[in-house]
């Protein structure tokens, strides 16, 4: 038989989407598809937990601006459903969505499955468009076994997320790596999570450059990696694989190129053969902003993706130093 299906929103004065994101998901409640839609109000001000009310959604409060983890342990604890299906307020799940999450669960025999967000963002400003493309591509690329977790648009079977503890709101009280941290957990307790491309969703998030910057490297780069650096014998699972190493390093060779061949010391061709290289590894990534967008972005988005490589290498050299120094004060405190 098909799970009962919970599904969960966290939100933090999110009325500007709020309304968007549970319209399907009511849909899908009154079709009989899921069995509840919960709301956690995380202490808003703007209206959110009235509109979610108003609505027909069950309202819950965080008791306290908790961070969208904590808010999603709240309604676990008290959800109807044998699986526990996470979705953030800014993202719209399409029409199938649940069809296609019960699909998963029934073929797969996962404990948690998860999908991505679509190739169509409303927010037409250059960075929206490049994250979520970008995050499209990668998710759609992943499909199969996962070893992390998405709590954008994802499920979790409750008995195991209870067993496991849930988010671990205390180490990330922002919205961060909480769900990438419970994946690793699910993980290491032998339980299998699905990536399921088909299980799509539209972000309506509009991306900025001091909020991408900020989130991408404070909210989930420098964590990331400092998770990373804990877990050594997992390293290489954690979409850090040998393919993104090479196109990592590819990036730091491009600017070191550009900088030395401005400063005369390499030939100009040196940065024009690289970026041919980084053309060749980023293909797939580029055919898909080129199919979205045109030429004129797929360029503008793989150069920026560059950028993405040179932050996230030095959020991953920047935790590897602290971890080595605090090594070096704990061995210095022994002796």
């Known amino acids: ?41 995380d202490g808003s001000t703007d209206g959110s937990a009235a509109i979610a009310a108003t609505l027909g959604a069950r309202v819950l409060p965080s008791g306290g601006r908790l961070g969208p983890g904590g808010a999603r342990n709240v309604a676990a604890a008290v959800a109807r459903g044998d699986v526990l299906w996470f979705v953030d307020a800014d993202v719209v799940v399409h029409a199938d969505a649940a069809r296609v999450l019960a699909e998963a669960f029934r073929r797969t025999g996962a404990t948690a499955v998860f999908g991505t967000y679509d190739d169509a963002p409303p927010a037409a400003n250059f960075l929206s468009q490049y994250k979520n493309l970008v995050h499209h591509h990668y998710h759609r690329e992943g499909e199969g076994e996962a070893e992390t977790f998405w709590a954008g648009c ?38 299998a999570i699905w990536l ?35 877990r050594p014998a997992r390293a290489g699972t954690l979409n850090v694989g040998p393919a993104e190493r090479a196109r990592a390093v590819l990036a730091l060779v491009f600017f070191a190129s550009v900088a030395l061949a401005l400063a005369g010391i390499v030939p100009a061709w040196l940065p024009l053969a690289t970026l041919g290289a980084i053309a060749v590894a980023n293909r797939k990534l580029m055919a898909v902003f080129r199919r979205r967008r045109g030429a004129v972005f797929a360029l503008a988005g793989v150069l920026f993706h560059q950028v993405y490589y040179v932050y996230a290498s030095a959020a991953f050299a920047w935790s590897w130093l602290e971890r080595r120094a605090a090594s070096i004060g704990r061995r210095s405190s022994a002796t």
């Open 196 to 230: 399921a491309p088909g299980l799509q969703a539209t972000h309506l998030k509009a991306w900025h450059l001091a909020n991408l910057l900020h989130t991408e490297i404070f909210r989930r780069a420098l964590p990331w990696s400092r998770l990373i650096q804990s």
């Open 1 to 41: 038989m098909t799970p009962a299906v919970s599904a969960i929103t966290p939100v933090f004065n999110g009325a500007a989407t709020l309304a968007r994101c549970l319209a399907p998901l009511l849909a899908m409640q009154r079709a009989g598809e899921i069995a509840e839609v919960i709301v956690v109000d």
């Open 154 to 191: 994802g499920a979790i079977r409750k008995a195991v997320f209870l067993d496991a503890g849930g988010f671990d709101a205390a180490r990330y009280p922002e919205p961060s790596i909480e769900d990438i941290e419970l994946g690793a957990r699910l993980r290491d307790r032998g339980h």
